[in-house]
């Protein structure tokens, strides 16, 4: 089955640190760029991140640019997110998505996960 | 970086036709061809409709197209199905090397 699968969300205080994962599987990984996306409950989405198939580019949006890192391990067929400095307005799910088309970078396409939650709260 | 402008709802009744449109700028939709359409139940994953302007992905109906002219971009959905509600969101690849959605447009069929 063709899926993208997100895990290690949860609650952690403001200030605090936390690495979510995304395990690709029955489907190409290697060539594609991968984006990060979030929804608070109830509002609209918001890209986050990319990275580039091998790894050599990345991008933020304003909001996490210097605490937030993306990166992947194509040998796990894993993207990853490390969140720092997290500040209550980074609650949200987190959805990681497949680009579309192999090689452009240009927007999330047809495999997205589950989403995760991530709670920032004391 | 600004989100693109959608109207927040459209209605129209089943077997109609609506557009949902969606503004940037020169910087985003006017500059680029990777402007993309999502479909979001509530409470369930966005499921994308229209890539690259106006490429439907495998198993999106026909009724379903895309186009763009200037700085915006258009979602028309023809012969309206009550299956159709849902939120809507575009996005667009910028200048600056990001990605923007717009803020959404739930579309209620009467």
């Known amino acids: 089955e063709e899926q993208v699968v997100e895990s290690g969300g949860g609650l952690v205080q403001p200030g605090g640190s936390l690495k979510l994962s995304c395990a690709a599987s029955g489907l190409t990984f290697s060539d594609y760029w991968m984006h990060w996306v979030r929804q608070v409950q109830g509002e609209g989405l918001v890209w986050v991140s990319r990275?580039?198939?091998?790894?050599?580019?990345?991008s933020y949006a304003d909001s996490v640019r210097g605490r937030f890192t993306v990166s992947r391990d194509d040998a796990k067929r894993t993207l990853y997110l490390q969140m720092n400095s997290l500040r209550a307005e980074d609650t949200a799910v987190y959805y990681c998505?497949?680009?579309?088309?192999?090689?452009?970078?240009?927007?999330?396409?047809?495999?997205w996960g589950q989403g995760i939650l991530v709670t920032v709260s004391s | 970086q600004s989100a693109l402008t959608q109207p927040a709802s459209v209605s129209g009744s089943p077997g109609q036709s609506i557009t949902i449109s969606c503004t940037g700028t020169?910087?985003?939709?006017?500059?680029?061809?990777?402007v993309s359409w999502y479909q979001q139940d509530p409470g369930k994953v966005p499921k994308l409709m229209i890539y690259a302007v106006s490429n439907r992905p495998s198993g999106v109906s026909d009724r379903f197209s895309g186009s763009k002219s200037g700085n915006t971009a258009s979602l028309t959905i023809s012969g309206l199905q009550a299956e159709d509600e849902a939120d809507y969101y575009c996005?667009?690849?910028?200048?600056?090397?990001?990605?923007?959605f717009g803020g959404g447009t739930r579309l209620t069929v009467l």
């Open positions: 020169s910087s985003d939709v006017g500059g680029h061809n990777y």
């Open positions: 998505a497949r680009d579309q088309i192999p090689g452009s970078g240009g927007s999330p396409g047809d495999y």
């Open positions: 990275i580039k198939f091998d790894g050599s580019e990345t």
């Open positions: 996005s667009s690849y910028t200048s600056s090397r990001l990605v923007v």
